[in-house]
Nanobody, 124 residues
Framework: QVQLVESGGGLVQAGGSLRLSCAASGLTFSSYIMGWFRQAPGKEREFVAVISWKGTNTNYADSVKGRFTISRDNAKNTVYLQMNSLKPEDTAVYYC?????????????????WGQGTQVTVSS
């Protein structure tokens, strides 16, 4: 079955960096676009970033543009999220997700598969 497994979360001070990874199995990874979402306590799940099948196209939420970078390695079936200049408001559970088409990619309910999430906590 399809599995998406996130890793790399943790506790970091404001201004620090983290790199999240999401390892995929059970699907043809290069046939899926990959997205990152996050959900803070009491808030709705929100779009963070997305990357196309070969990594040619990316898109970011305004709140993370210029600080976060999404990338993928299709040989390793893995997508990454490099997070720099972290802020306390970036604190959330971060999820990776997969879908086939590069449309409506900011909508969480458009995705077919989800990981279990990894906690990112940024202290001030």
């Amino acid at each position: 079955q399809v599995q998406l497994v996130e890793s790399g979360g943790g506790l970091v001070q404001a201004g620090g960096s983290l790199r999240l990874s999401c390892a995929a199995s059970g699907l043809t990874f290069s046939s899926y676009i990959m997205g990152w979402f996050r959900q803070a306590p009491g808030k709705e799940r929100e779009f963070v970033a997305v990357i196309s099948w070969k990594g040619t196209n990316t898109n970011y939420a305004d709140s993370v543009k210029g600080r976060f970078t999404i990338s993928r390695d299709n040989a390793k079936n893995t997508v990454y999220l490099q997070m720099n200049s972290l802020k306390p408001e970036d604190t959330a559970v971060y999820y990776c997700a997969a879908k086939r088409r590069f449309v409506r990619f900011t909508a969480w309910d458009e995705y077919d598969y989800w990981g279990q999430g990894t906690q990112v906590t940024v202290s001030s």
